[in-house]
T-cell receptor
Framework: GQNIDQPTEMTATEGAIVQINCTYQTSGFNGLFWYQQHAGEAPTFLSYNVLDGLEEKGRFSSFLSRSKGYSYLLLKELQMKDSASYLCAVVSRNYGQNFVFGPGTRLSVLP | DTEVTQTPKHLVMGMTNKKSLKCEQHMGHRAMYWYKQKAKKPPELMFVYSYEKLSINESVPSRFSPECPNSSLLNLHLHALQPEDSALYLC??????????????FGPGTRLTVT
């Protein structure tokens, strides 16, 4: 089976940096996605990691360590609009390359 | 066009009703998905269609019946639902996952309430 864990809630201040962690246990690992979901809206793609290391995309970066079963999403220069849920999704060859989502982290950005 | 559309946006139905949810994409994607999402929970995979054929059914009750009439359309037929089936139903599409790992594009969802 697969086990994915994320902190339930986080709070940060506008302009700050926040790191959202995702740990996973799976066999046949074949990549990890990060999605952002505002309340009542569709999840939108943020990043994809399949190899170890850091992927940077503007204010958002994502890191992966396959040996540790660990990823994080780093959000810089936080804005109020970043208040949302952040979902990590693990892809496994043993699960038909389909997504298994972690529980999600609800981020609140305060002024 | 990177949009997945879903209709209706909101649906209220009784436990004896029959209704359908619709999803459409025009990105040429050959994989389409139905997810169920309860409040403050992550999306849970229900069905996967690959090249218009059902490839995964995650032990979903038979009161949910998926249909893929063509490569752009995905339906979810609902019959005799229970109040606990109330949730946000998300449709997604991607390039065929048997060829690799691809981003999924999600629609805005249908907010379903069963009374």
């Amino acid at each position: 089976g697969q086990n994915i864990d994320q902190p339930t809630e986080m709070t940060a201040t506008e302009g700050a940096i926040v790191q959202i962690n995702c740990t996973y246990q799976t066999s046949g690992f074949n990549g990890l996605f990060w999605y952002q979901q505002h309340a009542g809206e569709a999840p939108t793609f943020l990043s994809y990691n399949v190899l170890d290391g850091l992927e940077e995309k503007g204010r958002f970066s994502s890191f992966l360590s396959r040996s540790k079963g660990y990823s994080y999403l780093l959000l810089k220069e936080l804005q109020m609009k970043d208040s949302a849920s952040y979902l990590c999704a693990v892809v496994s060859r043993n699960y038909g390359q389909n997504f298994v989502f972690g529980p999600g982290t609800r981020l609140s950005v305060l002024p | 066009d990177t949009e997945v559309t879903q209709t209706p946006k909101h649906l209220v139905m009784g436990m004896t009703n029959k209704k359908s949810l619709k999803c459409e994409q025009h990105m040429g994607h050959r994989a389409m998905y139905w997810y169920k999402q309860k409040a403050k929970k992550p999306p849970e995979l229900m069905f996967v269609y690959s090249y218009e054929k059902l490839s995964i059914n995650e032990s979903v009750p038979s009161r949910f019946s998926p249909e893929c009439p063509n490569s752009s359309l995905l339906n979810l037929h609902l019959h005799a639902l229970q109040p606990e089936d109330s949730a946000l139903y998300l449709c997604a599409s991607s390039q065929d996952p048997s060829g690799g790992v691809y981003e999924q594009y999600f629609g805005p969802g249908t907010r379903l309430t069963v009374t």
